[in-house]
């Protein structure tokens, strides 16, 4: 088991940031659904979600990141 610690088991890539620091993840596990998308701010899991399709994940986070400018905004 030790050694699957040392080859990462998923590939992260950030979609986005916001100028207070919040940011999107986008997590590529192995096992399905393997697009996993999570809003982050400091330590704080605002959001998250997994899905089976990359694309899917994408339009999610656009979708969250526009919810949040408009929320921030507001």
């Known amino acids: 088991m030790a050694g699957d610690m040392a080859s990462p ?5 950030r979609l ?4 207070d620091g ?4 986008l997590v590529e596990r192995e096992d399905a659904p393997r697009y996993e998308i ?3 701010r400091g330590d704080e899991v605002l959001r998250q979600n997994r899905l089976y399709a990359r694309g899917s ?3 999610l986070a656009e979708t969250w990141r526009s919810n949040l400018s408009h929320f921030s905004k507001g």
């Open 9 to 13: 088991a998923f590939n992260v890539q």
């Open 16 to 19: 986005w940031t916001m100028d």
């Open 22 to 25: 919040t940011s999107c993840l």
């Open 38 to 40: 999570c809003v982050v």
């Open 57 to 59: 994940a994408q339009m």
